[in-house]
């Protein structure tokens, strides 16, 4: 019976902790928020695709999207009139509806017109799906031409938002359902980093 007790305690356990994760070679895992801006204003500048490129950037940022939640992003997950976007996550992550402000509602207008009659949002000039290969092309084109330092990956683009909304003060929970994570402890490296944990140590 004791021995059933142990091994029921330690799947538990199991189940509850993160599988470790891979070191990087990077210096930092995550993009600040400046330097997102000046991927987006290089995006839009750069290629005849500056609309649709500059808004992936955003999209991403704005809601932790993955490059492959990206990639099948459908207009029936839209909803312009209302300013809403149903997020699809992967890795089992938990589904969600996100608010899409005024900057991203222009940006997807302008694509809807841009590229007319497709159930994907962002599309090739033959209307397919774009590739994950091209979006961390166009992402860590983009980091290149904002003088970033070191080659950007898309998936920054989703730390930079979790550790975004950890120092703007927002509950750990809710970022945890923005961001889809199974988890919580997958969500908790942006709390524990977040300068805002510690404003009022020091007041002069």
């Known amino acids: 019976m004791m021995v059933t007790s142990q091994l029921l305690f330690s799947a538990k356990l199991t189940r509850s902790t993160p599988p470790p994760k891979q070191p990087s070679e990077r210096d930092r895992e995550y993009l600040r928020p400046y330097e997102v801006e000046a991927m987006i204003k290089a995006a839009r500048k750069v290629g005849r695709h500056g609309v649709r490129d500059s808004a992936i950037i955003l999209l991403m940022f704005r809601h932790g999207l993955r490059t492959a939640e990206l990639v099948t992003l459908k207009w029936s997950q839209i909803d312009l009139t209302g300013g809403y976007i149903e997020v699809h996550r992967v890795k089992h992550g938990h589904d969600s509806i996100h608010p899409l402000r005024s900057s991203e509602l222009r940006a997807l207008r302008q694509i809807q017109r841009d590229y007319p009659e497709t159930q994907y949002v962002f599309v090739s000039e ?78 002069d």
């Not at 930079?160 to 927002?170: D, I, K, T």
């Not at 942006?190 to 140590?201: A, G, H, L, V």
Request: net charge positive.
């Open 126 to 203: 033959r209307k397919a799906p774009l590739s994950t290969r091209t979006i961390r092309h166009l992402v860590a084109r983009a980091g290149l031409l904002a003088n970033i330092g070191e080659a950007v990956h898309p998936h920054q683009l989703r730390h930079a938002c979790g550790y975004y909304l950890a120092s703007q003060g927002h509950d750990t929970r809710a970022i945890q359902d923005y961001l889809g994570h199974k988890n919580i402890y997958h969500t908790v490296r942006y709390t524990q980093m977040s300068p805002s944990r510690f404003e009022t140590f020091w007041t």
